[in-house]
């Protein structure tokens, strides 16, 4: 055993005696370091790399393509290039605007560099120790070319080919007493807000600034934060990475190179907004007002609102961050056009309107500028909500199928239904045409009575029980469901035993026999969701109008008992709301 220990042990020092003898070779070319607006299959670098290599085969040749006609981002990728790539290292950039300007060289170190004097050298003066700088005119050292009548092409590659002979620049012909500069905004720290620039935007669209990462020390994870992005205002995040945020959400955290990003996840924060390098940033902590409009504060409305507030606040909004300023009609329209003067006249950031009349309204009187977003509305198109300007939001639609599914249910040998509903509001005339399109489908007769005022309802009632109604339906209509149990106390006093049949739990809690909803506490839910979406810059027209699932049933067992009616089984299994 010992021996062959010994044996691998010798072998072991043969190898890496072996190995240490090995010679490795570095071949140290020449490096160009070729920036430039134009493709690289283009007339400018196919000629550059052409006379470059014709006189000097072994140098490298680096391409870096920059975004055309942008000289502030292709400044910083020059410095970013200037930094890394090894010394010795020739640096040839053009960009327009202004390429045909003077050709100038500088050097910083052992680097030579090869500009237009348009400013592109900006950022490298401006972070290196740099000098020497001369135009390129002297036609004696640039193989007889003229800088004055040549095509730019050859110019910039005979002069590479001079920097790349060690030629001393002062020969390169007269001194540059002042190279063009733009203005360069330093990260700082002001009164709590943090102010920077664009360097760069990257081929997603995420935003890199010069502001490093120590200048957000007074903020934390979860912060929000309003940003001035150049002529832009905008909300995010201040989160660790991209999925900080959900998809297309502004987001703000500090990169790799410890410098700030702003950013959308699965977006592009430079098309969203229309930014450029040197956009100037101004970041400061945020609380964001919602403005919200409501027709009135019914029970839905109440439930909606509740866990829309319980919404935002779970993911991480609370009272520092939101504040919530509402304006409530109480069921007058009249009063719509002074509320949307005041939300307009607080400086919301955002408004909710809730109701189809209160959405109606908004989008009427508030100006385009302040983001809207809708719920609780039946059916946002016929209501003309989505014809005048971009908004989005969330129905209570009723899916009429399922609510003709569930009446026949209840009562399965129907062939005369009625209905009551206020022709004045768009979502109740929207669901009286539904009402008869799915009726007429089940074969079924459907009388149908205008209603104003609580004034009208027994007439109304009176009219149905004479066409031999077997039931009365009411569906997506304010003026009934906010005087619900008026009209549902018809059915017993009277004596008629009409069962009256909704499209909310509140109908059923207020006298209707049963009814059958979308979940508004999921409505609400998302409604919180929509806001924060919003808030945070996503674009109202990448987000669907959304619509539930009828699916939520309620019954009323008193009002089963005052009228004589029996529930099926199947309906008292799956009733999610029982009000005895």
Known sequence: MTNKILTILLLSMLFISCSED??????????????????ESSDFVITFKGMVSSEYPDTRIEFIKAKDLNIHEASYQLLLAAQYYPEGSVFVAEIDPGASSKKMVFSSGDKNFLVPDNGLASRVMAKMNTSNFYYVENTDILDGIDPETANFDEVFAAAANTLLRKIDLNKF???????????????KLDNGNVMGEFLYFDNFGNGSTNIPG???????????????????????????????????????????SDLLTIAVNYGS???????TASDDITISKASAKIGILKYNDSEVVLDIMEHAKAQITSLGF????????????NGDVSKFSGLCQELTDASVDLVLSVSTPASQAAINFLPEEIPLVFTYVTDPESAGILDIRTT???????NFQDYMNFVLKLLPETEILGT????LEANASYGNSELKKIAAIHGITLFSEKVHSPDEFETAFNNLINNNSEAILIVADNTMSNNMEEFAAISWNGGSNLPVIGDSYVHCKDGALASISVNYGELGTETGNYLIAALRGRPLSEMEVKKFHTSVIAINK????????????EILDSAEYVYE
């Open 22 to 39: 090995k010679t490795v070779s570095y071949d140290y070319q020449r490096t160009i370091v070729l920036l430039t607006d134009h493709e």
């Open 420 to 423: 009551a509903y206020n022709d």
């Open 558 to 569: 008193a009002t089963a008992g005052k009228i004589g009616f029996t529930f099926p089984q």
């Open 214 to 256: 120590n200048l957000m020390d007074g903020f934390e994870q979860g912060d929000l934060l309003k940003i001035q992005l150049g002529s832009n205002v905008c909300f995010a995040t201040f989160g660790t990475s991209y999925s900080s945020v959900p998809y297309s959400q502004n987001v703000v955290f500090v990169n790799a």
């Open 269 to 275: 924060i430079e098309k969203r907004y229309n930014l």
């Open 173 to 187: 012909g007269s001194s540059v007493e002042s190279p063009v500069r733009f203005e360069i905004q330093d990260a």
């Open 318 to 329: 609370d009272d520092n961050k939101i504040s919530y300023i509402e304006k409530n009609a």
């Open 392 to 398: 989005t939001g969330l129905s209570d639609a009723t």
